[in-house]
């Protein structure tokens, strides 16, 4: 289970990206709501799989609407991050200071959404859920209890990218963190059109 937490805490996609990103622009507290609306989708993800017909969900993951409109999703957020910005510019003597306002609710629901559309995931955890349930002979408690720590290892590994990443922070000039949108931006386009 830990070994599971770790190696999902460094699986590269959006949400890893966007992770980073948050943590560098707009501190701990909002990186880490960002994370808990994605640990919590991932809760979800679980729980249907657990809980949800395996008949239903292979369905539901094999029609490419779902990825179309994940896709469609994915495209749209970064047009979004690359064109809009909701910044206050504020110039000093030295130079020119960024000031982002946290919404934390929608940092949540960003994290919260952004791992839902990825349906990728929910294959995932079925397969997860499928292999450790068998394993465990449906011992719900010990099911229980290995997804509980694998969750737990992902969020503690999660905290210590966030505070890696605010260490860069100092070193950003407004100009640095433009190009680290707009490349945010263009990852997502890719990762969406994929």
Same mark, same amino acid.
């Given at each position: 289970a830990v070994l599971l937490g770790f190696g999902l805490a460094f699986m590269?996609?959006?949400? *890893?990206?966007?992770?980073i990103e948050t943590s560098i622009t707009k501190g701990f507290r909002a990186a880490l709501t960002f994370d808990i609306g994605v640990v919590l989708a991932d809760v979800m993800f679980i729980t249907i799989s657990y809980y949800g017909s395996f008949a239903?969900?292979?369905?539901?993951?094999?029609?490419?609407?779902? *990825?179309?409109?994940?896709?469609m999703v994915l495209v749209s957020y970064g047009?979004?991050?690359i064109f809009?910005?909701?910044t206050k510019k504020i110039v000093t003597d030295e130079e020119l200071v960024v000031v982002e306002? %946290? %919404?934390?609710?929608?940092?949540? *629901?960003?994290g919260f959404f952004l791992n839902t559309i990825n349906f990728g995931v929910l294959a995932f955890w079925l397969a997860i859920v499928i292999a450790v349930s068998s394993n465990f002979q449906m011992n719900?408690?010990?099911i229980f209890n290995y997804f509980a720590i694998a969750v737990f290892t992902f969020l503690v590994i999660d905290v210590v990218k966030i505070i890696a990443a605010k260490q860069l922070k100092a070193k950003l000039t407004p100009v640095v963190l433009r190009k680290i949108r707009h490349a945010l931006g263009i *990852?997502?386009?890719?990762f969406g059109i994929i």
């Open positions: 590269v996609g959006p949400v *890893f990206f966007t992770l239903i969900l292979k369905k539901i993951q094999d029609d490419p609407r779902i *990825f179309m409109i994940g896709g047009l979004y991050t809009y910005q909701k306002s %946290n %919404n934390y609710v929608g940092l949540f *629901f960003k719900s408690s010990r *990852f997502f386009i890719v």
